[in-house]
């Protein structure tokens, strides 16, 4: 699975983002979807999920600021970001998971987003 991420970039505090990941193949065909982030001198984390059922999860970090949404018809996640605040600033990575007889993992190039006045 091939991932695409886009959307990153500079914003005030307070301001909105939104970052898409496109996706290589059909992301119902995959066991869930989400978004990481990591920034400088800190372990990546997840920021929010979704599995192929339309399940969601989030850090409670961002609970009711991010939102995470799909459109199949484009292979396409979205991570709706809003009320910005500068601890979010990172690199995103779109992340999707395949579970077959194993888990397997795949990871986009990641977009940095930086949130600062």
């Known amino acids: 699975v091939r991932l695409v991420e886009s959307g990153g970039g500079l914003v005030q505090p307070g301001g909105s983002l939104r970052l898409s990941c496109v996706a290589s193949?059909?992301?119902?065909?995959?066991?869930?979807m989400g978004w990481y982030r990591q920034a400088p001198g800190k372990r990546r984390e997840l920021v929010a999920s979704i599995t192929s059922g339309g399940n969601t999860n989030f850090a409670d970090s961002v609970k009711g600021r991010f939102t995470i949404s799909r459109d199949s018809a484009k292979n396409t996640v979205y991570l709706q970001m809003n009320s910005l605040k500068p601890e979010d600033t990172a690199v995103y990575y779109c992340?999707?998971?395949?579970?077959?007889?194993?888990?397997?993992?795949?990871w986009g190039q990641g977009t940095q987003v930086t949130v600062s006045a």
């Open positions: 992340n999707a998971v395949m579970v077959t007889l194993i888990r397997n993992d795949y």
């Open positions: 193949r059909n992301i119902f065909s995959i066991s869930a």
